[in-house]
C-alpha cells in the first residue's frame, strides 16, 4: 500500500488521460469532457510533486498545497464564468 500511495499522482493523470482518449475515440469530445481531463491531469501532476516531496514542511506550505490542490481550479473556473456572462445571463438560464 506504501508504493501505491507514491503513485496516486499518476493514477489521477491516468484518469485524466482517459477522460480525454475513450470521447476522441468514440468521436463525442466536448468542451465538458476536455475540461474535467485537463483538471484531472495537471491536478495529478500537482499532486505528484507534493506526494513525493520529500520535505516535511510546515502549516503554512500545507495550507498553500491545499488551496493549490483544490481551492484555485474552482476560484479560476468561478471568476471566468463571472468575467464571460452577466448575472442577467445567468438567470435566463437558470
Keep these: 500500500m506504501k508504493e501505491f500511495a507514491k503513485y496516486i499522482g ?5 484518469i485524466g488521460v482517459a477522460f480525454l482518449v475513450i470521447p ?3 468521436a463525442t469530445t466536448n468542451n465538458t469532457n476536455l475540461i474535467i481531463g485537463m483538471v484531472l491531469v495537471v491536478e495529478g501532476l500537482l499532486g505528484h510533486i507534493y506526494v513525493n516531496n520529500m520535505k516535511k514542511g510546515n502549516i503554512i506550505s500545507n495550507i498553500l498545497w491545499a488551496i493549490i490542490l483544490l481551492v484555485v ?6 471568476f471566468s464564468k463571472k468575467a464571460a ?3 442577467k445571463e445567468i438567470r435566463a438560464y437558470n
Design 10 to 14: 499518476v493514477l489521477v493523470m491516468l
Design 24 to 26: 476522441f475515440f468514440m
Design 73 to 78: 481550479p474552482f476560484v479560476i473556473f468561478f
Design 85 to 87: 456572462y452577466s448575472e
